[in-house]
C-alpha cells in the first residue's frame, strides 16, 4: 500500500514539473489574462493546485494524512482544469506523430486513471491511518 501511495506522490512530482512552466507564465502575465470567465477561473485554480501538488506529494511521500487530505481537495480542480496524475501520456501523440484521435484516447485514459486513483487512495486511506 506504502508503494502504491509513493507511485501517487511521483506521478504528483511529475505533474509539478509539467505545471511549471505554465505556472511561471501565469505569474509573469496576470495582466494578460482575458476576461472572460473562464481563463479567469482556470488561472485562480492553477495557482492553488500547483502549491498543493507540493503538499501532496511531500505528505504521500512521508505517508501522512495531510497528503491524502490534499489530494482530496486537489482531485475536483484536476478533473476542471486538466491536471491529471497520468496526464504527461496525452503528449505522446505529439511526441511520437500520431493521429489526433490518439490524443482523445489517451485523454479519456487520463480521466479514467485519476478516478482509480481517487479510488485506491481513499482505499489505503481508510486501511492505514
Known amino acids: 500500500m506504502r508503494l502504491t501511495i509513493r507511485i501517487f506522490a511521483i506521478l504528483d512530482i511529475i505533474s509539478i514539473i509539467l505545471l511549471a512552466q505554465p505556472f511561471w507564465k501565469i505569474i509573469t502575465h496576470l495582466n494578460e489574462i482575458p476576461n472572460e470567465f473562464l481563463s479567469q477561473a482556470r488561472v485562480v485554480l492553477t495557482l492553488p493546485l500547483f502549491i498543493l501538488l507540493f503538499v ?3 505528505g504521500s511521500m512521508l505517508f501522512k494524512k495531510f497528503g491524502f487530505i490534499a489530494y482530496y481537495i ?5 478533473l476542471v482544469i486538466w491536471v491529471f496524475s497520468i496526464g504527461f501520456i496525452t503528449l505522446l501523440p505529439e ?3 500520431l493521429k489526433d484521435m490518439w490524443f482523445d484516447i489517451f485523454f479519456k485514459i487520463c480521466v479514467i486513471a485519476e ?3 481517487l479510488y485506491f487512495t481513499i482505499k489505503i486511506h481508510r486501511e492505514e491511518l
Do not use: K
Not at 486537489?74 to 484536476?78: D, G
Open 115 to 117: 478516478f482509480f486513483r
Open 56 to 58: 501532496s506529494a511531500i
Open 95 to 97: 511526441l511520437l506523430n
Open 74 to 78: 486537489q482531485f475536483p480542480v484536476r
